[in-house]
Structure formats: C-alpha cells, structure tokens
C-alpha cells in the first residue's frame, strides 16, 4: 500500500459533469504535486502546492482546478472536460528538504471522459 | 535545456538475471539529482534510487545499483537476480538544478522478465 492515497480508483464522466479528485498523505509532507500521464507516456507535472500555496501551474487549463484545504490533502475540481483529458491523474508528496528526497507517488485515479 | 534520454523501449530478460536499463542525461549545471521509478500496470510510481551528482560513490538499494558515470553522463540502472514482479515500466527522472520541485522524466523502458 502507498502511503499516499488518491480517491476514486476509477472515474467515468460526461463532459458536462463536475467532479473532484481527491489526494491525502500523513507523512508531514509539505509539497504536493499533481501530474497527468497519458497511455505509455511518462507523467507531466500540471500543478505544484508548497506550504499549502500553489507555486507551479504548467499553463493547465482552466477547466482544471487545484485545491489544497490543508497540508495533508490535494484536490483536483474537473469541469466540462474534453475527451483529450482522459489519462491517469497521479498524485504525488514530498518532504521539505526536498534536494536529495524523492516524490512520493499514489496509484493514481484513471479518468476517462465520455 | 535539461534532457533526460532513455533508448531503449523495451527489454527483455530473464528471471534470475542481471539487467540494465539505459539513461543519459543533458545538463550544464554541475548540481543535480536523478532518480529512477518503477511503474508496474496497477499505475503506481515507486521509487527506487537515487544518486547525486557530487556523491562520490554509486547509489546502491537492495537489488538495484546505479552505473553512474558522470563523464559521460549516464546513470544506468542496473537490476541483479530478476524477478518476474520487475517486470514494469522504468522511469529516469532528473530534478531541474534550480527549480526542485520539477521532475524531468525520461520515455521510460518497458522491461519484461520471462521465466
């Protein structure tokens, strides 16, 4: 089991609907990340939360939207997406010192989009 | 610009075997770190190793060793004694020298170990 967790598994959505991804970690890490990876591609970093705050946006589109209520959890808010945005969306944490530490990876929710 | 090259798409090898997985790397500042991930089908990225660029001796974990040769830049992942839960996609990843919160990952390497 990973210890980070990302909630559903599975999502099929129309693309008219609203839905929200949702990640949490007890580790104390303070750096949260979110990254989109299509079929046999590697991921690509869409957002980046430190102390809480966002730092990185990859130019993801507005349909996209990031939330971080506390230190421990990351949302993704999904509205009107296209059929493009199916992927597997992947969450992942990191501790503060963060030169020699590694990112810690969820087993990601699959999205697909009707 | 930072690059991370990973040639081979897949590999094959089996079980009980040593294998290597090739990456190189472009970057012109001499601080950085690469890490190497496993990705099996479930879609979960697990790390494995890491080396950085001033360690002065080649990462090690458990069954996987790291080639690091900083000359040439290549950090080759070598995997001893295969097993058939190896078989996964492999990732070499490399952190931005100035930005550490960004992952430069490479097109990875789907390895298959076959009894």
């Known amino acids: 089991d990973t210890e980070v967790t990302q909630t559903p598994k599975h999502l099929v959505m129309g693309m008219t609907n609203k839905k929200s991804l949702k990640c949490e970690q007890h580790?104390?890490?303070?750096?949260m990340y979110w990254y989109k990876q299509k079929a046999k591609k590697p991921p690509e970093l869409m957002f980046v939360y430190s102390y809480e705050k966002l730092s990185i946006n990859e130019s993801v589109p507005s349909r996209f939207s990031p939330e971080c209520p506390n230190s421990s959890l990351l949302n993704l808010h999904l509205h009107a997406l296209q059929p493009e945005d199916s992927a597997l969306y992947l969450c992942?944490?990191?501790?503060?010192?963060?030169?020699?530490?590694?990112?810690?990876f969820g087993d990601g929710t699959r999205l697909s989009i009707l | 610009a930072q690059k991370i090259t990973q040639t081979q798409p897949g590999m094959f090898v089996q079980e009980k075997e040593a294998v290597t997985l090739d990456c190189t790397y472009d970057?012109?500042?001499?601080?950085?770190?690469l890490f190497w991930y496993k990705q099996p089908s479930s879609g979960e990225m697990i790390f494995l190793i890491y080396q950085g660029s001033y360690d002065q001796q080649n990462a090690t974990e458990g069954r996987y060793s790291l080639n690091f040769q900083k000359a040439r830049k290549s950090a080759n992942l070598v995997i001893s004694a295969s097993q058939l839960g190896d078989s996964a996609m492999y990732f070499c990843?490399?952190?931005?020298?100035?930005?550490?919160?960004?992952?430069?990952f490479g097109t990875g390497t789907r390895l298959q170990v076959f009894p």
């Open positions: 580790m104390g890490h303070r750096a």
């Open positions: 970057t012109s500042d001499p601080s950085y770190g």
């Open positions: 992942a944490s990191s501790p503060p010192d963060r030169e020699r530490q590694p990112q810690h």
């Open positions: 990843a490399m952190r931005e020298p100035h930005n550490t919160d960004k992952l430069i």
